[in-house]
C-alpha cells in the first residue's frame, strides 16, 4: 500500500472521506484495498558469518505474517540489483523454517553481502533483511569445481539439491584413484618419489584403489580408546536422542558434546590419511556412534552423502572394542565400489522429506540388483579396539544381523569430504556442512 492509502477509511468528515475514496480510485487503488498491508516478519543466518566457508553457503530462513499471504522471496547477492533467485511462499502465522543455498565457486572468495526480500503479488516490499557471509574456496579442486559450475550455468542459488545439476559425466573431473591402472599407478610413483608418502602409506593407498576401502591398526591408544567408551557409556546413561540399551539406534554428532569424540573425529592419522586420498584437505561433516551393530541393510553412501565431483567423500568406522563374532558386524563387498553410482534421479524417486518408504522401494532394489549381478565377496570386518576402516564413497557395505544380542559392538563412524567439493544429501535434496576449523598437521 502506498504512503496515504486509507485516508478515506479513517476522515471524520463523510464529504471529505467520499472525496478521497474517487481521489484513489483515479490514482489506481482498488476500492476494497486493505487499510493496512499484514505485519510480516524474515530471519536469515548463516555459519558463514562467522568464519569463511567453502562449497555451499547455507542461508538458514524463518519467515511468517500476521495471517495468510502469498509473497515471493527474492535473493539478491552482492552489488546485483536483479535478484539471483526469486520463489514463491505461502505465508502463515506460524511460520516457515526454510534454507536456500549458495554455489560459494560462483562467488569471489571473502566478504559477500547478501539480502533477502519478501515482496507481495505487485512486488512491493513486505520485510527485507540482510547479512555478510565469508567464502573460502581455494586450490585445485575448488578451482576445476568453478569452471566446471560456470561451464554448465549452474544457479548461483539453490533450494534443492539434485545431481542432474552437476557434469558427475565430465571426466576431467575424475578422481586419480577412479582412474585408469596406469594414471593410479603414475600417481603412487609421484608420491613415493617426492617422499609424500611411506611404503606402507603407499601400499594402503593401492589397497583402497583395488578393493574400495583400507584398514589400519592401532590407530586409538589405550588411553584415548577408554575415554571414548567413557563417553559413550555417559550419552547411554543420560539417555541422549533417547537412546535405550540394547538398541541398534545411532547417536548423531556426539562430538560437539565430548572433547573424546572430537579428538577422534579429527584424528592426525585419518586426516593424514584422506589426504593422501583426497590428494588434498579431508573436512570432516558428521559423526555417528553405535552402542550395538546398525544391521543396516546394503547400501553406497552415495546417495546420501553426496559429493561433486563424484569420489570426493570417505567413511570412516574405528572399533571402540574387539568386535566379536555374531555381533552385527559390519561388512563391506570389495571392489564394488566400481559399480555404477545411484543417485535418486536415475530411479525416479523423489526427494526424501521424512517417509523412506519410496526409497525402499526404489534405490535399495536397485543396489541389490547390482550386487547380485556381479556376486561380490562378503568380507565381514572383525578388528580389534582402536583399528580404523576407510572407505570409498561408492563401496557397498552393511551391518550384519546382530545373531548374539548381548553382545555390542562399539564404534563410531565419520565421513569427511574433499575440501574444494559441493557437499549435499542427494536423497533429501539438501545441503551439508563440514568442519571449517584448523585440521592436523
Not at 571473502?110 to 567464502?135: K, M, Q
Not at 567408551?229 to 541422549?240: G, Q, R
Not at 530411479?347 to 526424501?352: C, F, I, R
Request: aromatic share 8%.
Amino acid at each position: 500500500m502506498r504512503p496515504g492509502a486509507g485516508l478515506a477509511a479513517r476522515h471524520p468528515d463523510p464529504a471529505v472521506r467520499s472525496l478521497l475514496r474517487l481521489f484513489d480510485r483515479a490514482r489506481g487503488e482498488p476500492a476494497d484495498a486493505p487499510s493496512e498491508a499484514p505485519r510480516v516478519n524474515l530471519a536469515a543466518s548463516a555459519s558463514a558469518e562467522t568464519g569463511p566457508s567453502g562449497g555451499l553457503i547455507v542461508i538458514e530462513t524463518h519467515m511468517r505474517a500476521e495471517r495468510p499471504l502469498a509473497a515471493s522471496l527474492r535473493v539478491f547477492v552482492g552489488e546485483a540489483r536483479r535478484p539471483a533467485l526469486e520463489t514463491p511462499r505461502a505465508l502463515t502465522a506460524e511460520g516457515e523454517h526454510g534454507w536456500l543455498a549458495l554455489h560459494g565457486h560462483l562467488m569471489p572468495n571473502g566478504p559477500a553481502a547478501i539480502r533477502l526480500e519478501l515482496v507481495d503479488a505487485g512486488g512491493r516490499p513486505l520485510a527485507v533483511t540482510s547479512l555478510t557471509v565469508h567464502v573460502r574456496n581455494e586450490g585445485a579442486l575448488a578451482d576445476e569445481v568453478r569452471e566446471s559450475l560456470r561451464r554448465t550455468g549452474a544457479p548461483l542459488v539453490v533450494t534443492e539439491l539434485d545431481s542432474r545439476l552437476y557434469a558427475y559425466h565430465d571426466q576431467r573431473l575424475t578422481a586419480w584413484y577412479d582412474r585408469s591402472p596406469a594414471a593410479v599407478e603414475e600417481h603412487l610413483a609421484k608420491l613415493s618419489d617426492t617422499g609424500r608418502a611411506a611404503p606402507d602409506e603407499i601400499a594402503a593407498l593401492r589397497h583402497f584403489v583395488d578393493e574400495g576401502f583400507m584398514t589400519l591398526d592401532g590407530v586409538v591408544g589405550p588411553e584415548h580408546l577408554a575415554r571414548l567408551n567413557a563417553a559413550l557409556d555417559d550419552a547411554v546413561e543420560k539417555k541422549i536422542e533417547g537412546y535405550e540399551w540394547g538398541m541398534s539406534q545411532r547417536l548423531h554428532n556426539l562430538h560437539l558434546q565430548y572433547p573424546a569424540i572430537r579428538e577422534l573425529w579429527l584424528h592426525p592419522k585419518i586426516i593424514r590419511m584422506l589426504r593422501l586420498i583426497f590428494d588434498g584437505d579431508g573436512r570432516p561433516c558428521q559423526s555417528l556412534t553405535y552402542v550395538f551393530g546398525s544391521e543396516q541393510e546394503h547400501h553406497q553412501d552415495t546417495v546420501h552423502l553426496t559429493s561433486f565431483p563424484a569420489g570426493r567423500m570417505c567413511g570412516v568406522w574405528t572399533a571402540l572394542e574387539d568386535v566379536q563374532p555374531d555381533s552385527g558386524e559390519l561388512v563391506v563387498f570389495p571392489k564394488s565400489h566400481r559399480l555404477p553410482r545411484i543417485y535418486m534421479s536415475d530411479v525416479g524417486a523423489k526427494k526424501v522429506t521424512g517417509d523412506w518408504t519410496e526409497f525402499g522401494e526404489t534405490v535399495v532394489p536397485r543396489w541389490t540388483e547390482l550386487l547380485d549381478s556381479s556376486r561380490f565377496r562378503r568380507e565381514v570386518y572383525r578388528p580389534k579396539a582402536g583399528a580404523a576402516l576407510i572407505w570409498h564413497e561408492n563401496l557397498m557395505h552393511a551391518g550384519s544381523m546382530r545373531l548374539d544380542k548381548s553382545k555390542s559392538r562399539r564404534s563410531i563412524v565419520g565421513h569427511y569430504f574433499a575440501e574444494g567439493s559441493v557437499v549435499y544429501y542427494d536423497s533429501s535434496g539438501r545441503p551439508g556442512l563440514l568442519y571449517e576449523g584448523e585440521l592436523p598437521a
